[in-house]
């Protein structure tokens, strides 16, 4: 199908498994995250704290089941503990130039979130599957932040902004951020210039995109 041979195309050929068992695998995996995230979870804001910790506590598993260690950069608001996570795949020869894959998972208020951003998260997570089996130049971070939508976005409680700050206070050398946002929508309207593009093959377009960026294998 047009689908898998989008996908296909983002896996690199020194996978062990084909291009082809690997691109299913991948489809089926971010279709699952989705329905975790959107279907089952659903609204994940503060002011649903416990869909919100339910979604930390879904990534977290994910991450740990694919054999990360997963860092919890804890901070409250309104009384409630806030998470942004973070995994890390150590890179080589360029180990202290860093490469920031990031996709926040929390939701407006009244909505599921399946595009925004249950389909950034989604794609987070299999990129990190993937580069689990791979030793990449330089040091891949991959982050799951909190609180991006409304009231905090542009905020000093935003999560990202949370992150970037003890970022600079540490002094890493973060060379380059990919930001993974509302990449399921496409347009059905008619005499539109914008391309339907299928959720697969923008994630696939987004993966290929980061195995080129920055000479990132040895």
């Given at each position: 199908?047009?689908?898998?041979?989008?996908?296909?195309?983002?896996?690199?050929?020194?996978?062990?498994?084909?291009?082809?068992?690997?691109?299913?695998?991948?489809?089926?995996?971010?279709?699952?995250?989705?329905?975790?995230?959107?279907?089952?979870?659903?609204?994940?804001?503060?002011y649903h704290p416990r869909a919100?910790?339910?979604?930390?506590?879904?990534?977290?598993?994910?991450?740990?089941?694919?054999?990360?260690?997963?860092?919890?950069?804890?901070?409250?608001?309104?009384?409630?503990?806030?998470?942004?996570?973070?995994?890390?795949?150590?890179?080589?020869?360029?180990?202290?130039?860093?490469?920031?894959?990031?996709?926040?998972?929390?939701?407006?208020?009244?909505?599921?979130?399946?595009?925004?951003?249950?389909?950034?998260?989604?794609?987070?997570?299999?990129?990190?599957?993937?580069?689990?089996?791979?030793?990449?130049?330089?040091?891949?971070?991959?982050?799951?932040?909190?609180?991006?939508?409304?009231?905090?976005?542009?905020?000093?409680?935003?999560?990202?902004?949370?992150?970037?700050?003890?970022?600079?206070?540490?002094?890493?050398?973060?060379?380059?951020?990919?930001?993974?946002?509302?990449?399921?929508?496409?347009?059905?309207?008619?005499?539109?210039?914008?391309?339907?593009?299928?959720?697969?093959?923008?994630?696939?377009?987004?993966?290929?995109?980061?195995?080129?960026?920055?000479?990132?294998?040895?």
């Amino acid at each position: 199908t047009v689908v898998s041979h989008a996908a296909s195309d983002c896996v690199p050929s020194f996978w062990g498994r084909s291009m082809e068992t690997e691109a299913q695998a991948s489809m089926q995996n971010l279709r699952a995250h989705v329905e975790q995230l959107a279907g089952e979870i659903g609204e994940r804001n503060i002011y649903h704290p416990r869909a919100l910790q339910a979604a930390a506590s879904y990534i977290e598993c994910q991450w740990e089941q694919q054999g990360y260690v997963v860092e919890r950069l804890a901070y409250e608001v309104s009384g409630v503990r806030c998470l942004n996570l973070e995994i890390t795949r150590s890179g080589g020869a360029r180990q202290p130039e860093i490469l920031l894959i990031g996709a926040h998972y929390d939701t407006v208020m009244g909505s599921p979130g399946a595009n925004d951003n249950a389909s950034g998260v989604s794609a987070l997570l299999e990129m990190s599957r993937l580069f689990a089996s791979v030793a990449p130049a330089l040091t891949v971070r991959f982050v799951a932040f909190v609180n991006e939508e409304a009231p905090f976005f542009t905020s000093g409680q935003q999560g990202s902004m949370v992150y970037a700050e003890a970022a600079r206070r540490r002094g890493e050398n973060i060379r380059l951020m990919a930001s993974l946002e509302t990449i399921g929508w496409y347009c059905v309207t008619l005499h539109s210039n914008v391309r339907m593009r299928s959720f697969t093959q923008v994630a696939a377009a987004y993966l290929r995109i980061i195995f080129k960026l920055s000479a990132l294998f040895a």
